[in-house]
């Protein structure tokens, strides 16, 4: 079992960075994929960015391709979001999930969710 802890969100001007953080507590962080959601208000939660448990395979959505790069440091269970280049519509609460096995897209197949963190941008 992990527990998972975003932080790093705020507020920032389009054009800005962000670098958000996942903490995981538990053993054997390197077998789990960790998956990054976010939420804007009266939307559905949707997929931005996975990472496997090594760290050798990530994947993208769209919507932030060449904007936004994750990498993870599994020595110090920790997950990082880069947020570069970011813009209004990025404004959103955004989590970090996790699960044993293959990264995946969809948000169902993760168990662990953190409680997530605030990230607007200004225009």
């Known amino acids: 079992q992990v527990q998972l802890v975003e932080s790093g969100g705020g507020l920032v001007q389009a054009g800005g960075s962000l670098r958000l953080s996942c903490a995981a507590s538990?053993?054997?962080?390197?077998?789990?994929?960790v998956g990054w959601f976010r939420q804007a208000p009266e939307k559905e939660r949707e997929f931005v960015a996975r990472?496997?448990?090594?760290?050798?395979?990530?994947f993208y959505a769209d919507s932030v391709k060449g904007r936004f790069t994750l990498s993870r440091d599994n020595a110090k269970n920790t997950v990082i979001l880069q947020m570069d280049s970011l813009k209004p519509e990025d404004t959103a609460v955004y989590y970090c999930?996790?699960?044993?096995?293959?990264?995946?897209?969809?948000?169902?197949?993760?168990?662990?969710w953190g409680q997530g963190t605030q990230v607007t941008v200004s225009s």
């Open positions: 990472i496997s448990g090594s760290g050798g395979s990530t």
């Open positions: 999930a996790g699960r044993q096995g293959v990264a995946s897209s969809h948000q169902n197949f993760y168990n662990y």
């Open positions: 538990g053993r054997a962080f390197s077998s789990y994929a």
